[in-house]
């Protein structure tokens, strides 16, 4: 159980490390993850720093990182620029990297090939390869996924591609680790073959998705089912606007540490608040006080 570790920030938009060495331990104790991943999309890492990023993962891992693994979200869209945050990641003393796809210049597959290896070779930490073409424009395609095994530092894929069919490919010709990266998709993934998530849920029913892969670890199929539907209203929630963006306004009705979010986002509205506040309640969530208030 991964949770993609929203960024906190202060009202001004500066980074709130005090805020994210708290909601650390909160997601490691009290939600149940055995790792986070910090710096990623859900982190907002197109608008934060490199100094910014490095000094969060060492903020982190003085936190959690005696009890939890630390992966650190380096990918860019320039080759340079992803070695250069994976070594400063690596020397922070990261446990783990998740590369991204080349966003925007949508490179053809034997530059992809070119750019997860180069990555790679880098470091010596292990790698997870981030597959979400609806947010950069490139699939990973089967077969460069197949040859990209062979790296001994490649171990496994943030799968957030949607295709179930290549996922099955994949696995049945690989050794790959396969996560989860659409939480609608969660329990899907696992009959594939999958053997955990990396969540933006996780934030507020972390532990439910722990207790929804040990379950169905133990063969209790119809025991993860209901957990998937009981948490449908969590998922439809959160996706109501962008992840960071309904994710911070979650955090602020548990009174957990999220704040502002940077442009070009904007924060949830009062009335995206309130329906946040419903699809929490339903999906299970207790909120402090009476619950929704318009």
Known sequence: MVTAMITPMTPDGAVDYDGAARLAEYL?????????????????????????????????????????KVVAGVGTNITAHTIELARR???AGAHGLLVVTPYYNKPPQPALEAHFTAVADATGLPMLIYDIPGRTGAAVATETLVRLAAHPRIVGVKDAKDDASATSHVLARTDLIYYCGTDLLNLPWLSLGAVGFISVVGHVVGDRLHEMIDAFGAGDVVGARQLHYELIPVYDGLFRNQGAVMTKAALDLLGLPGGAVRGPLLPATDAERYQLALDLTAGGVKLPGNGPSA
């Open 28 to 68: 490691v104790t009290d939600m149940r993850n055995d790792a986070l991943v910090l710096n990623g999309t859900t982190g907002e890492a197109p608008t934060t720093t490199d100094a910014e990023k490095e000094r969060l993962i060492q903020v982190v891992l003085e936190a959690v990182g005696s009890h939890a």
């Open 89 to 91: 990641a690596e020397q």
